[in-house]
């Protein structure tokens, strides 16, 4: 990944998607929001967790805490895609898109959609 931004574990991930969605919350929230049933104080060390790699920042309201991501989800995706890209393609996007093409988990149309935005 990038040198600025830790790889994410995929319980990070999944509390970041949490927050991007809700964009501002406590962890009795997340937790709440989450698919899994995790028990609170797991919730809440995976948050400070995130907090310590730079990737959620927080607002205090007395003892507790309301929690906003700090990174996009733009951000973090362009970094996971870029990251992937390298590691599986070489660095290339054109082999990456042929990849979903082959394997029919994109569509003629989808590549016609993305044509038309490239020639914009």
């Known amino acids: 990944m990038n040198k600025n931004l830790p790889h994410l574990t995929a319980k990070e991930e999944e ?11 406590f962890v009795k929230e997340i937790a709440a929001h989450l698919d899994q049933n995790l028990h609170y104080n797991t919730v809440s060390t995976i948050v400070r967790n995130l907090e310590e790699k730079g990737f959620v920042e927080h607002q205090a309201f007395g003892k ?57």
Not at 15 to 25: F, G
């Open 15 to 25: 509390i970041m998607t949490c927050l991007w969605s809700l964009e501002k919350a």
């Open 64 to 120: 507790t805490h309301q929690y906003y991501p700090k990174i996009s989800k733009e951000v973090y995706s362009e970094q996971v895609l870029n990251l992937n890209s390298q590691r599986f393609f070489n660095g290339s996007y054109k082999d990456m898109v042929s990849f979903f093409a082959k394997k029919e988990q994109i569509s003629k149309e989808d590549l016609e959609d993305i044509l038309k935005l490239i020639n914009k």
